[in-house]
C-alpha cells in the first residue's frame, strides 16, 4: 500500500515538472518581443527570423520599458494606427504597459523603426474607452488598472 502512495507522488511531481518544463520553452517563445538579443538586434539592424517578425522596438528609460512591436496584442505591443501603439497593463507575460502611469510630462520615448525617432511626453489623460482621441504625433493607450473601462492615453510630440 505504502509502495502505490509513493508511485502517485513521485508520478505527480514527475507532472509537475514536465508542465514546468514545457511552460518555460511556451512562455519564451511567446515572449520574443522582449527578449533583450532580438530587440538589440532590432535596433542594429541585425536580420534573423525573430527580428523580421517585429514592426519596432518602443524604447522608454524612465519605466525601463524596451520591447518589441507585433501584430498581435496577446504577444506584445501593437501598432493600431500609425499613430497608436498598444499594450496591456496588469500582471501578465506581455503586460509591457503595467508601469505606463508612471511616466511623467517630459520623460523621453524612442521609437525603432527605420531609424531612431526621438519623442517627449505631452500629455497624459484618462479616457473613456469608448472615445479615444488621438491628438499627438505618436499616442500610447492602455487599460486604467483600477476601471478597465478607462483608458490611459499619453500623447508623445516628436523631438
Do not use: Q, W
Amino acid at each position: 500500500m505504502r509502495i502505490g502512495k509513493i508511485l502517485i507522488v513521485f508520478s505527480f511531481i514527475g507532472i509537475i515538472i514536465t508542465i514546468t518544463i514545457l511552460s518555460k520553452s511556451i512562455y519564451d517563445d511567446y515572449v520574443y518581443a522582449n527578449k533583450y538579443d532580438v530587440v538589440y538586434n532590432y535596433i542594429n539592424k541585425i536580420d534573423t527570423e525573430e527580428t523580421k517578425k517585429l514592426s519596432g522596438v518602443l524604447e522608454i528609460p524612465s519605466i525601463n520599458l524596451k520591447a518589441g512591436i507585433v501584430s498581435n496584442i496577446d504577444e506584445g505591443l501593437v501598432f493600431v494606427t500609425d499613430k497608436l501603439i498598444a499594450g496591456h497593463s496588469g500582471n501578465c507575460k506581455v503586460c509591457y504597459f503595467d508601469n505606463l502611469d508612471k511616466l511623467e510630462l517630459g520623460d523621453n520615448v524612442y521609437l525603432y523603426i527605420d531609424k531612431e525617432i526621438e519623442y517627449k511626453v505631452d500629455s497624459i489623460k484618462e479616457v473613456d474607452k469608448s472615445r479615444v482621441y488621438i491628438n499627438g504625433d505618436l499616442n500610447l493607450i492602455t487599460c486604467k488598472k483600477t476601471d478597465k473601462d478607462r483608458r490611459l492615453l499619453i500623447s508623445l510630440v516628436k523631438i
